[in-house]
């Protein structure tokens, strides 16, 4: 005889882990968003606008955070994992305007495995952000950029990467570089 009581419970618990994913879906594209918006803010030179979105993508990953602490399989949601990337993206991307460097993943609260992915992402925004300073004849910017780019590629050519998702990611760090080299020797002709 079956005992009922234990499927029961089962059935309880996953209804209560779909309430649960679908609430840290929810909350995952608020960070996602805001994330998004602080990059964007950033591109137009609104930094306070971008510390007050990233402000609140941290508050909102405190409280999916606080969800997957009643059930840690909630952490492997794709949505949570990809939340996670844009805010590090967005972090790091302000940060380095701020600072001309970027922050650790504990700086950010962040796993090495979120961490690095989002790199690649930050280097197409400063490839983006140098061909713009170059436009407006900010050469300094452009090349401090370039230069940055090319001393981030050699510290993660030292990972063994494998064939990891995080490897084409890398690939796309590369491939940012060589535009910032292309565009470092555009501006030398010019100068």
């Known amino acids: 005889m079956l005992n009922k009581k234990a499927f029961q419970e089962m059935r309880a618990q996953m209804e209560q882990f779909d309430s649960l994913r679908e609430q840290v879906i929810l909350q995952s594209r608020i ?12 591109h137009r030179g609104d930094m306070k606008e971008a510390d007050k979105l990233l402000a609140e993508a ?3 990953i405190k409280k999916i955070d606080l969800l997957i602490k009643k059930d840690v399989h909630l952490a492997n949601v794709g949505a949570y994992s990809d ?6 993206e967005a972090s790091c991307y302000v940060h380095y305007l701020k600072t001309g460097q970027i922050p650790t993943p504990e700086d950010l609260g962040i796993d090495t495995d979120v961490y690095l992915p989002a790199l690649s992402d930050v280097i197409g925004e400063l490839v983006r952000k140098a061909v713009n300073s170059a436009i407006k004849g900010d050469y300094e910017t452009a090349l ?8 981030l590629y050699e510290e993660l050519m030292l990972f063994d990467w494998r064939n990891s998702p995080a ?12 535009k910032l080299e292309d565009l470092a020797l555009k501006i030398k002709f010019k100068k």
């Open 31 to 42: 960070v996602l968003k805001s994330s998004k918006q602080a990059i964007y803010a950033a």
């Open 58 to 60: 941290k508050s909102t």
């Open 83 to 88: 939340c996670l990337e844009e805010y590090t």
């Open 144 to 151: 401090a950029i370039k230069d940055f780019a090319g001393e």
């Open 167 to 178: 490897r084409k990611k890398f690939d796309a760090i590369k491939y940012g570089l060589e």
